[in-house]
Structures are given as structure tokens and as C-alpha cells.
């Protein structure tokens, strides 16, 4: 027998095992008592809604009287000393203090 025929037996058994298994599957299930599914449907509690309420004090007051106390107003004539900063250069050291000359910005600038 050839290799083709014997899968074509093989299919056609299998087919109608199937189909058999199927027809009682189905019987069954029409057979069975049915339930009744239902759905209940709970909607979700109302939550009451924030009210506002005006603030009693005058905040805008409150809030200048801060700012006021913080002297958020200052200038460059309140600084006591000229600004200074003091960095570190990590391959040649520390760099100099102070002010720089226009000489030196422009030997910068021209190389």
C-alpha cells in the first residue's frame, strides 16, 4: 500500500471520529438544563460634590505682608562685597581670583 492511500484512510477515520464525538457533544448540550444568566448592574456611588468656600481672611494681604517681610526687593547695592567665585580646574590647578584685564580677553580671542 502506498504512503498516500494509507494517510487518505488515516484522514477519513479520523474525520468521522470527530464528526461522531461532535453529534453527541452537541446533543448534550441541547439536552442539558439551561440556566438563565443575568446580569445586575450597580451603578456607582454618588459622591456629593466639594463646595467652596470664600477664605475668610484677605490673602492677597496676607501674602504681600510676606513678601514684604522677606524684603524680596533687593538691589546690587545691598551686597556688601563684590562677588567672588572660587573654582578649581582639574588639570592645571586653580584658576585666578578676582577680575580679568580687556588685555587678556583679547590674547583669548585672537588665538
Known amino acids: 500500500m502506498k ?3 494509507f494517510k487518505k484512510i488515516i484522514k477519513e477515520a479520523v474525520r468521522e471520529a470527530i464528526q461522531e464525538e461532535l453529534k453527541e457533544i452537541l446533543l448534550e448540550a441541547v439536552k442539558a438544563p439551561k440556566q438563565i444568566i443575568r446580569e445586575a448592574y450597580n451603578p456607582p456611588p454618588r459622591t456629593p460634590e466639594p463646595s467652596f468656600t470664600q ?6 494681604s496676607k501674602y504681600m505682608d510676606i513678601l514684604g517681610e522677606t524684603a524680596l526687593s533687593f538691589t546690587s547695592n545691598d551686597v556688601q562685597q563684590p562677588f567672588r ?3 578649581v580646574d582639574p588639570i592645571n ?10 588685555d587678556q580677553i583679547m590674547k ?4
Open 93 to 102: 590647578g586653580s584658576l585666578g581670583e578676582g577680575e580679568i584685564g580687556m
Open 55 to 60: 477664605p475668610t481672611m484677605d490673602l492677597k
Open 108 to 111: 583669548l580671542m585672537s588665538k
Open 3 to 5: 504512503s498516500t492511500d
Open 85 to 87: 567665585p572660587q573654582s
